[in-house]
């Protein structure tokens, strides 16, 4: 039976014996038939009906834990209310832009907890929007008050033409954009993909991307539930935490299917080092998705390489090519078939150009990893500016069409209207090239840093650099910036500098502070430069700046400014007391190859989201319970954190 709304397909699925398991650690989880979901989920939309909601209302959710959030999503479903989801983070910035889609939204209404509710109302006083916040409070569901899901919602039957939900753009954006996506979009790419991977009920996923993130919920959540697959879901954070989980459970699972962007991929290398894993049989997977932000082959390699012991079969690795706008797939790679790729000349990549392949010199190599063919359900063509389209082996703008694709952005015609032609053409933002029938990947007009699987927009961080003193946006530039042989972008700041290093250095110091306390995003250099190359219009040529920076034009800049870091952190750090030493050794333990004074903030030195969480693992191990990870962001410094933590050791326990 083939569903055309996602209602039609919890309602199908009750009787079908397949589960949702939510894995939180190698020995603990907790499993919910597919009937429970269904049952729970109308427990749910009881209150969330009483507390007002209505079909067509957007309910907001804000939670963390993938358990609650999915019994959320699908009590919207089942009462016709419009589920939108958004990250929780660990930064402000997540909360800010929670604000934002608030506003855009008008009257929606918030499924959250009461811990993050609580520093949703800090950020808005922080940030002047105690007003929006006030009202958008009247509208808030909180998880700890469902004591009692015995009485079902009344359920609203949508049509496949009706909104399902909005999925608003990753990272972090000054004006998040709302893709609209429908039960029929949705259903759409759910059967396209499924016919050519083939999911079945025989088959056993595994996820870790966040359930706000479209490859967690639609490509490993309603996907695999429309295909009876019984599912996995583990909690981002625990694979960051413990990235060698992820394999782990794979083998005690089964699992045939699972998934990670570039980033999940390293960072798993990075934690196996030159170990094995023991007892580990990853035979059982037969598709290893691949996708969220440009593949690395070399990365690729790597991963299949080190894990070839574990039965890993190699043509396992999936590399695919999708976005929120397309309802997720677009193109697929022929199942059981090695993955493959190009070796083409990287200065021969603009829009028209023929590819030149294998180039003689080999620092003009660029690698693109072949991400297939179109799925059923989408067209895809590569055209010039003019939206002609051009013939195999040239590079062009990548236009998608079809029953999977958006209508358009929530609440912003000016952005469908530059995106989505009078035809239904949508333009990616991203250039591609076909070779041999198969779509590769050349790189993107639309201006998005990809880092850690998520998206962020140069704009935005430069808005947040500028605060830093002296600067303005006139002269920040930030970019993402792949070298050869990387295994992803890294964050780059450019800053408009004509002055001598020394005076450079606190300025450097403080845009990465800035960048990496607003957003959780390590910023790899900031590099002064004597000019910002533009257009005659006026527009930042982006890809100059990058390219300068791949050849090495700014060595001599970075160098002299690492050997003044180097000279500043000579000095010995004082250990005022054994928690300090303590804190200190986790801190330089998580930051290899870096000085940690107790006074430095933990931001100025550049730790990023990844590392707080596993400078926060330590310490809970240490000190269990007594610190959380947002305390972080309260105490930056060693000293800071330290008498933090001694005031609450310092605290009676509590009477049982």
């Known amino acids: 039976m083939t569903n ?3 209602l039609e397909m919890i309602e199908n699925n009750r009787t079908v014996d397949r589960a949702v398991t939510y894995v939180d650690g190698e020995n603990s989880e907790r499993r919910v038939s597919y009937g429970d979901l269904y049952t729970r989920a109308l427990g749910i939309l009881h209150h969330l009906q009483a507390l007002g909601a209505q079909r067509g209302d957007k309910l907001i959710i804000f939670l963390n834990n993938n358990e609650q959030f999915i019994d959320g999503f699908w009590a919207a479903v089942c009462g016709g209310i419009v589920p939108v989801p958004l990250a929780v983070g660990i930064s402000d910035e997540h909360r800010y832009k929670l604000l934002r889609v608030a506003r855009k939204l008008g009257n929606a209404y918030l499924y959250t907890d009461a811990k993050t509710l609580e520093r949703l109302s800090a950020l808005a006083a922080q940030v002047g929007e105690m007003a929006l916040f006030a009202d958008l409070k009247t509208r808030v569901f909180l998880v700890e008050s469902l004591t009692d899901i015995s009485k079902p919602g009344k359920v609203y039957r949508s049509a496949p033409g009706d909104l399902a939900f909005i999925q608003f753009s990753s990272g972090s954006t000054s004006e998040p954009k709302g893709v609209m996506l429908t ?59 413990r990235p060698l989980l992820w394999m782990l459970i794979a083998s005690k699972k089964r699992a045939t299917i699972t998934c990670s962007p570039n980033f999940g991929y390293r960072h798993f290398l990075k934690v196996l080092g030159d170990r094995k894993l023991e007892n580990v049989d990853l035979s059982s997977i037969r598709s290893i998705y691949n996708g969220a932000e440009p593949i690395s082959v070399a990365l690729c390699n790597e991963f299949m390489a080190k894990l070839a012991y574990t039965g890993l079969k190699h043509h396992a690795m999936f590399p ?21 790729w190009i070796r083409v000349n990287r200065r021969k990549l603009g829009v028209g150009a023929a590819i030149e392949l294998n180039p003689a010199d080999t620092r003009d190599v660029l ?39 958006t209508q358009g952005y929530y609440g912003d015609a000016e952005a469908t209207s530059l995106a989505i032609d009078a035809n239904g053409w949508l333009d990616t933002g991203d250039l591609g090239v076909v070779h041999e029938g198969n779509l590769h990947i050349a790189g993107r007009t639309k201006e998005i840093i990809f880092i850690n699987g998520l998206n962020y927009y140069p704009y935005d961080l430069e808005n947040i650099a500028q605060r830093a003193p002296g600067l303005d946006l006139n002269k920040v530039v930030a970019a993402g910036v792949a070298k050869p042989g990387a295994q992803g972008e890294e964050l780059v700041v450019f ?13 450097a110091t403080a845009v990465s502070r800035l960048i990496n306390e607003h957003t959780g995003l390590e910023v790899a250099q900031v590099i002064p430069v004597k000019r910002i190359p533009k257009t005659t219009s006026g527009k930042v040529q982006r890809h100059l700046l990058e390219t300068s920076h791949i050849e090495g034009e700014f060595d001599a800049e970075l160098a002299e400014l690492q050997a003044l870091r180097d000279a500043q952190g000579g000095a010995v750090a004082v250990n005022g007391n054994d928690l300090e030493s303590r804190l200190q050794a986790i801190c330089e333990n998580a930051l290899p190859g870096k000085r940690v004074d107790v006074q430095d903030n933990l931001f100025d030195i550049g730790a990023s989201s990844l590392k707080l969480i596993e400078i926060h693992e330590n310490i809970e191990h240490d000190f269990p319970g007594m610190i959380d990870l947002t305390e972080l962001f309260d105490h930056p410094t060693i000293a800071e954190l330290a008498k933090h933590l001694e005031n609450k050791l310092s605290q009676p326990v509590p009477a049982a």
């Open 320 to 340: 695919v090519y999708g976005m929120a706008e397309a309802s997720l797939a677009v193109t697929f790679p022929q199942p059981g078939v090695d993955y493959r």
């Open 367 to 405: 690698e693109l990893m072949s991400v297939g063919r179109p799925v059923p359900s989408i067209d895809v063509r590569v055209t010039d500016a003019a939206r002609q389209v051009l013939p195999d082996g040239q590079v062009g703008h990548i236009l998608i069409s079809g029953k999977s694709v």
């Open 4 to 6: 055309t709304t996602l």
């Open 183 to 241: 039960h029929e979009n949705l259903l759409a790419n759910s059967e396209g993909a499924a016919m050519v991977d083939k999911y079945n009920r025989e088959d056993v996923s595994l996820s870790w991307m966040p359930l706000t993130h479209d490859m967690g919920l639609i490509g490993f959540f309603i996907m695999q539930f429309n295909k009876h697959v019984h599912i996995n879901l583990m909690p981002t954070d625990v694979f960051v935490r």
């Open 495 to 507: 800053v408009l500098h004509r002055g001598g290093i020394p005076e450079f250095l606190p300025i």
